[in-house]
T-cell receptor, first 117, second 116 residues
Framework: AQTVTQSQPEMSVQEAETVTLSCTYDTSESDYYLFWYKQPPSRQMILVIRQEAYKQQNATENRFSVNFQKAAKSFSLKISDSQLGDAAMYFCAYTPSFQGGSEKLVFGKGTKLTVNP | SAVISQKPSRDICQRGTSLTIQCQVDSQVTMMFWYRQQPGQSLTLIATANQGSEATYESGFVIDKFPISRPNLTFSTLTVSNMSPEDSSIYLC?????????????FGPGTRLLVL
């Protein structure tokens, strides 16, 4: 069974600094998708970034980037120039290759990020 | 991305009663998913709802406790039946959608349920 592990229950960062959140996963699939979701106190799950396993290039979205190491089954999220609005729970998620979002997501337990002014 | 709404946004219910949560999407989608997030925990999939067929439940979740309807391609309901305090959670629906990120899942705002 696929599993997703986030080993950091909590992290903190100073405003404007950079922080990296860790995620490892276990799968026997060769093609799959990985995601980082953000859940602020409002509880809305917001997609931050998405990575397709067959793409070697790491995904980036503005201040958010990932370090995808397929052989090591590692998928870390780097947040640059941290802002107060980045404070939230961050969940790493996995799904096997799918069409039209027809496969379920497997989530890690989450990392609570605090941003200090 | 798809715009997803849920009703109610929150509710406080008495033990033994049932609550039906609605999920509405602004576009037609094949698959809809219902997740539970217990306090301080991650998300766990309850079931997958495909229009025109019975929902598929994950291990540990049964239809009698969490009946689901999927009458069309934009709407689904989840009922939490015979509630107990252990059912106090956030319930989220999600849909698969090919948006700006490519094919992925987007979530509704969630329903926060407290059972007394």
């Amino acid at each position: 069974a696929q599993t997703v592990t986030q080993s950091q229950p909590e992290m903190s960062v100073q405003e404007a600094e950079t922080v990296t959140l860790s995620c490892t996963y276990d799968t026997s699939e060769s093609d799959y998708y990985l995601f980082w979701y953000k859940q602020p106190p409002s509880r809305q799950m917001i997609l931050v970034i998405r990575q397709e396993a067959y793409k070697q290039q790491n995904a980036t979205e503005n201040r958010f980037s990932v370090n995808f190491q397929k052989a090591a089954k590692s998928f870390s999220l780097k947040i640059s120039d941290s802002q107060l609005g980045d404070a939230a729970m961050y969940f790493c998620a996995y799904t096997p290759s799918f069409q039209g979002g027809s496969e379920k997501l497997v989530f890690g337990k989450g990392t609570k990020l605090t941003v200090n002014p | 991305s798809a715009v997803i709404s849920q009703k109610p946004s929150r509710d406080i219910c008495q033990r033994g009663t049932s609550l039906t949560i609605q999920c509405q999407v602004d576009s037609q989608v094949t698959m809809m998913f219902w997740y539970r997030q217990q306090p301080g925990q991650s998300l766990t999939l309850i079931a997958t709802a495909n229009q025109g067929s019975e929902a598929t439940y994950e291990s540990g979740f049964v239809i009698d406790k969490f009946p689901i309807s999927r009458p069309n391609l934009t709407f689904s309901t989840l009922t939490v039946s015979n509630m107990s305090p252990e059912d106090s959670s956030i319930y989220l629906c999600s849909v698969g959608y090919a948006g700006g990120f490519g094919e992925t899942q987007y979530f509704g705002p969630g329903t926060r349920l407290l059972v007394l």
